[in-house]
């Protein structure tokens, strides 16, 4: 059964860099677009960002100056870095998989999610 | 950005009865390649989002047939044909055409 794991500190100070990766177990992370997306009772779901297995990626706009999106391929793992945290980045981090199949692109695997509080 | 604006933002509904969300888009999601990248995900309590619908009307694999997704241009619907027990969650519309991906703010179904 494919599966995804989100793994980090669960608390994160105020201007420090919060750290999460995601695991993919009984699958390749190989031919890919892997994304985070975060949600939170203020803003809802937020897509953060997508890297691909090559390592290409594409950010939010709006958080594009403090993410950072790496690939371990030999280790099935993604990871995210969101750096200067404040308060309003408390949420709830998911890892999803966007699948591409005969046309047709859709977010078609989750992880649970980890809850990541930002406080001092 | 293009902005997902779902109504309404909560449906009480009878056990047995449909179920309507609607879900409109800022623009057009059309993308370069004629396509419409337009999913409904249903989150139950405690639970992460699960896609139900892609592309605006295809059921995803094992997902009821009781549920349907209909739409064109920036108007889109989700539909429950007879409400079970079982579909109590929010009901987010997400659009994958343009960069960044967005949702709607979500519509919490749940039983009269």
């Known amino acids: 059964q494919v599966q995804l794991q989100e793994s980090g500190p669960g608390l994160v100070k105020p201007s420090e860099t919060l750290s999460l990766t995601c695991t993919l177990s009984g699958g390749s992370i190989s031919g890919y677009y892997w994304s985070w997306i975060r949600q939170s009772a203020g803003k809802g779901l937020e897509w953060i960002g997508r890297?691909?297995?090559?390592?290409?990626?594409n950010y939010n706009p709006s958080l594009k100056s403090r993410v950072t999106m790496s690939v371990d391929t030999s280790k099935n793992q993604f990871s995210l870095k969101l750096s200067s945290v404040t308060a309003a980045d408390t949420a709830v981090y998911y890892c999803?998989?966007?699948?591409?199949?005969?046309?047709?692109?859709?977010?078609?695997?989750w992880g649970r999610g980890t809850l990541v509080t930002v406080s001092s | 950005d293009i902005v997902m604006t779902q109504t309404p933002l909560s449906s009480p509904v009878t056990l047995g009865q449909p179920a309507s969300i609607s879900c409109r888009s800022s623009q057009s999601l059309v993308h370069s390649d004629g396509n419409i990248y337009l999913s409904w995900l249903q989150q139950r309590p405690g639970q992460p989002p699960r896609l139900l619908i892609y592309?605006?009307?295809n059921r995803f694999s094992g997902v009821p047939d009781r549920f349907s997704g209909s739409g064109a241009g920036t108007d889109f619907t989700l539909k429950i044909s007879r409400v079970e027990a079982e579909d109590v969650g929010v009901y987010y519309c997400?659009?994958?055409?343009?960069?960044?991906?967005?949702f709607g703010q979500g519509t919490k179904l749940e039983i009269k």
């Open positions: 997400m659009q994958l055409t343009q960069f960044p991906y967005t």
């Open positions: 999803a998989r966007r699948a591409y199949f005969l046309g047709n692109w859709y977010f078609d695997l």
């Open positions: 592309k605006i009307s």
């Open positions: 890297i691909y297995s090559s390592g290409s990626t």
